[in-house]
């Protein structure tokens, strides 16, 4: 059975399966599946032109594919019309009728029309949702970004869809307003369950509100986990490159879990990939920095070339002994630091966690 089999007969909220799209010679989407649960955040994660808008236009219907299908609830959606399917969608640019009011550009897509009163009623109840009480007579050209958001949220959600469609909406906004909306979309989407799919290329942003991510490269999906899944144990070099920040440590096969990196043998946490020369992967908070020295495996010596500041934390520069060239970045939380000081030009005992290490195949690149 193939995967698509496997979850398409489980009959999820909504699925894609073997989906294609291309234009003339270039292929922006390539034999992509996917399951979503009802009442799961997922958001489509990638790089710049990897297909992430291609494939919710393809799920919104205002696309075609040219290979695969769209399920919801088992049901073929592919060639339905998008007036026909039960979703709303917020795009990045706010999209609102500058010549409607608030509460008509949320009502528009109710029926029947002639039910003002029972709309009026629908409209309030959904600014109050978007923390906009009171804005039904406003126009759009005097609310602020954030604000038209949250009415293009609201127009989104007036139908109740089972579907919510997000195409990067926070990202025209500031840093600040961003960082708030994206909190109270979470909070929303978890009080209305609302199954929601949401593009968007800032990692840090489908970290925090997804529950599921779902990691894309060129037309084709990389990883598809939770956020801690795709941040501890990214699948490819790919997606550890792309999320989060890392250590690359050239090394080369000793045993099958043992690597030799300068004149260092590590141990690792599970076998080897196929191959003799990789890079070993390790995350800045996994560098521990020990109080005094421990003859154990995967401890060396490091010298401290940097100490910077950073709030909540503080980054390390570590040029370790046995490792020319090498410069290793750490973070120490503040209840590490209270116990010990580190100041550049130190020599500190350094571990590197054998399950916190991952080997990539050298050469396996994006
Ligand atoms: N109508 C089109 N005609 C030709 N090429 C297209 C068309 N639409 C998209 N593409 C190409 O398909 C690829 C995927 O585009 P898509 O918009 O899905 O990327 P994306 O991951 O959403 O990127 P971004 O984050 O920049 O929006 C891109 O290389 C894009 O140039």
Redesign the pocket.
């Known amino acids: 059975m193939k995967p698509d089999d496997a979850f398409l007969s489980a009959a999820p909220h909504l699925a894609v399966a073997g989906l294609s799209r291309r234009?003339?010679a270039?292929t922006?989407?390539d034999d992509v599946s996917l399951a979503i649960r009802k009442g799961e955040f997922v958001c489509l994660l990638?790089?710049?032109?990897?297909?992430?808008?291609?494939?919710l236009?393809l799920v919104a219907g205002l696309d075609t594919p040219d290979a695969g299908r769209v399920l919801a609830h088992g049901a073929d959606i592919t060639r339905l019309p998008p007036a026909r399917r039960d979703y709303g969608i917020v795009f990045q640019s706010y999209a609102l009728f500058p010549n409607l009011s608030v509460a008509d550009n949320i009502a528009y897509g109710l029926t029947p029309r002639r039910e003002r009163a029972r709309h009026r009623e629908r409209v309030r109840e959904l600014l109050d949702l978007v923390g906009l009480p009171g804005a039904e007579d406003k126009y759009p050209a005097a609310l602020s970004g954030g604000q038209q958001q949250r009415v293009a949220l609201a127009r989104a959600l007036a139908t109740s869809p089972g579907l919510l469609l997000l195409d990067?909406p926070l990202s025209a906004l500031d840093a600040r307003v961003r960082d708030k909306l994206r909190d109270e979309l979470k909070r929303l989407q978890k009080k209305l369950g609302v199954t929601t799919l949401m593009?968007t290329?800032d990692q840090a942003e489908a970290l925090a509100i997804a529950d599921r991510v779902v990691v894309?490269n060129a037309?084709r999906i990389e990883q598809v986990g939770t956020p801690s899944e795709i941040y501890r144990q990214p699948a490819s070099r790919f997606v550890a490159e792309f999320v989060g920040e890392a250590n690359w440590l050239a090394a080369r096969r000793v045993a099958d879990d043992v690597v030799e990196v300068g004149s260092h043998r590590l141990v690792l946490g599970q076998a080897l990939p196929a191959g003799d020369a990789f890079s070993l992967f390790v995350r800045p908070e996994d560098v521990l920095v020990r109080e005094r020295w421990q003859a154990a495996p995967n401890t060396l010596l490091a010298r401290v070339a940097d100490v910077a500041f950073a709030g909540a934390l503080t980054r390390l520069k570590l040029a370790p002994e046995g490792m020319p060239g090498v410069t290793l970045s750490a973070e120490l939380c503040p209840s590490m630091l209270s116990r010990q000081t580190v100041v550049p030009g130190q020599i500190v005992p350094v571990a590197l966690p054998a399950e916190r290490l991952i080997a990539y195949p050298e050469g396996a690149r994006c």
């Open positions: 234009y003339g270039f922006a989407l990638g790089p710049s032109g990897c297909g992430k808008t291609t494939l236009r990067e593009v290329h894309m037309g």
